[in-house]
T-cell receptor, first 107, second 114 residues
Framework: QKEVEQDPGPLSVPEGAIVSLNCTYS??????FMWYRQYSRKGPELLMY????GNKEDGRFTAQVDKSSKYISLFIRDSQPSDSATYLC???????FGQGTELSVKP | DTAVSQTPKYLVTQMGNDKSIKCEQN?????MYWYKQDSKKFLKIMFS?????LIINETVPNRFSPKSPDKAHLNLHINSLELGDSAVYFC?????WGSGNTIYFGEGSWLTVV
């Protein structure tokens, strides 16, 4: 079993939709949870960073962590074509990434 | 100014060749990394250096050899390139070694072995 599982998609949604991206993990020692966004032909960039269970909001983005279920989510409200990218969840200790979900937001 | 820069961005080379990818960060960070991203977008750590000292060396063939001449630079040398080495290699850095630190990535080096 991989330490971090993420549905690779691709996921295609219309502009304005609410997007839900999810990851599960197996190692309960993970304490820090991150979402990275990677545009085509670019390096990943940090989008959201959370430590504790619960929700963290930043503009149109909400990161949710449920440590009891070992499940993290990223919600994007009012999705825009500029949100089209691959979204990778990541966990620390040693930084371990999910496979990434490719998101396409259609105008 | 680019925070983490790596060269070359694209590299096409034949099997059996030796090649190097260079990385520099101007953020003043102590820790640098090499990651490999395969065609399925899996991003996997290869090496990590903290203040020029190797601290992570994942299960990577010994044809791959990182070198850190100073804490702002971490180069990756690959000997006897194989087809399976084709991937995107990302250099990254973080302020310090430790769980709470954000990692900043370079733009990647696309390696194609033919």
């Amino acid at each position: 079993q991989k330490e971090v599982e993420q549905d690779p998609g691709p996921l295609s949604v219309p502009e304005g939709a609410i997007v839900s991206l999810n990851c599960t993990y197996s190692n309960s020692a993970f304490q820090y949870f991150m979402w990275y966004r990677q545009y085509s032909r670019k390096g990943p960039e940090l989008l959201m960073y959370t430590y504790s269970s619960g929700n963290k909001e930043d503009g149109r983005f909400t990161a949710q962590v449920d440590k009891s279920s070992k499940y993290i989510s990223l919600f994007i409200r009012d999705s825009q074509p500029s949100d089209s990218a691959t979204y990778l969840c990541a966990m620390k200790g040693k930084l371990i990434f999910g496979q990434g979900t490719e998101l396409s937001v259609k105008p | 100014d680019t925070a983490v820069s790596q060269t070359p961005k694209y590299l096409v080379t034949q099997m059996g060749n030796d090649k190097s990818i260079k990385c520099e960060q101007n953020l003043g960070h102590d820790t640098m990394y090499w990651y490999k991203q395969d065609s399925k977008k899996f991003l996997k750590i290869m090496f990590s250096y903290n203040n020029k000292e190797l601290i992570i060396n994942e299960t990577v063939p010994n044809r791959f050899s990182p070198k850190s001449p100073d804490k702002a630079h971490l180069n990756l040398h690959i000997n006897s390139l194989e087809l399976g080495d084709s991937a995107v290699y990302f250099c990254a850095s973080s302020p310090q070694w430790g769980s709470g630190n954000t990692i900043y990535f370079g733009e990647g080096s696309w390696l194609t072995v033919v």
